[in-house]
């Protein structure tokens, strides 16, 4: 299997598009955008923190991974300059009509690899990746490429998916146990693939890879690690005793979620 035609074609379907449709929403345009976008915010309250307004301030900022643009949006509205780049043709093509419909002259996007960033040395003040570094099939040598782009003194903000994560390591074992006998997936790297990431059809992305912060504290060996912390958690949804129980993601978000959650969110100094 050709991974990399693979990896580009499964990303042609806009990450995203499970809560568009789940939202009731047909058509992109400036009003389903911004429902889109207000929904997806207030599901992650904590990006904008990772990526404060008053960080992007006055910079040329570079976005690496952009799916349906909601954070893209965000930055090219608070960033003097503004270069987003993505593997597929779908993403670039959403924030690029982004850029034109919000009249922002200083925002493009353009398609790319990650692993092979089609600009010079010291280009950027900031480099943002969230959740795509992990879909390359080499975070190592991508975090080198953010690093070689990045000016002296810029800043990375990166996020990889948490490989000590409770859905991991608890919820996915016993998950894939009992979702084995109806034999959906292959083995449990595909079951752990798909529960991160999976297309409508729900087929599972090509790559994913996951990280400790021993692991990232080594990749990163190149920049001065400012933190690293742990964010998100899913949904649970089950019986007990024949009760059903349900238990909102929010209520683990300020926890468990500092510590086992989903994603780790990485900010490193070159
Ligand atoms: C899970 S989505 C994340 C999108 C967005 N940052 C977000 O958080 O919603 C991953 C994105 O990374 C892109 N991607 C995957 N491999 C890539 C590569 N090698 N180079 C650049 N982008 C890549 C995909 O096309 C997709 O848009």
Redesign the pocket.
């Known amino acids: 299997m050709d991974n990399i035609n693979t990896?580009?074609d499964f990303?042609?379907e806009?990450?995203?598009t499970h809560l568009f449709q789940f939202l009731g929403l047909k058509e992109i345009n400036r009003e389903s955008l911004k429902i889109f976008d207000n929904y997806?915010l207030n599901m992650y309250p904590y990006l904008k923190k990772h990526v404060p307004i008053e960080v992007l301030k006055n910079t040329n900022t570079l976005?690496?991974?952009?799916?349906?643009g909601?954070?893209s949006q965000y930055i090219f509205e608070n960033a003097a300059q503004y270069t987003g780049?993505?593997?597929?043709k779908n993403?670039v093509e959403l924030v690029n009509h982004r850029a034109e419909i919000s009249r922002n002259t200083s925002a493009k996007a353009i398609q790319?690899?990650?692993?092979n960033l089609p600009f010079p040395d010291s280009s950027f003040d900031i480099v943002v990746?969230?959740?795509?570094l992990h879909?390359?099939?080499d975070t190592a040598k991508?975090v080198s490429e953010v690093h070689r782009v990045l000016k002296n003194n810029g800043t990375a903000i990166i996020?990889l998916y948490n490989k000590n994560s409770f859905r991991r390591l608890a919820a996915n074992p016993y998950k894939f146990f009992v979702a084995k006998r109806k034999k959906t997936f292959k083995n449990f790297d595909e079951y752990t693939r798909g529960s991160y990431?999976a297309n409508i059809k729900g087929e599972a992305?090509p790559?994913v890879d996951f990280y400790s912060k021993k692991e990232i504290k080594k990749i990163f060996g190149a920049f001065t690690l400012l933190k690293i912390k742990s964010e998100n958690f899913d949904n649970y949804h089950f019986h007990l005793f024949k009760k059903e129980v349900y238990w909102p993601r929010e209520k683990f978000l300020n926890n468990i979620a500092k510590i086992m959650g989903l994603d780790l969110y990485i900010t490193a100094k070159k």
Do not use: Q
Request: charged share 20%.
């Open positions: 990896n580009k990303w042609d806009l990450c995203g997806y976005e690496i991974g952009l799916g349906f909601t954070l780049i993505d593997y597929a993403p790319g690899d990650a692993k990746s969230i959740g795509c879909h390359t099939g991508s996020m990431d992305a790559v």
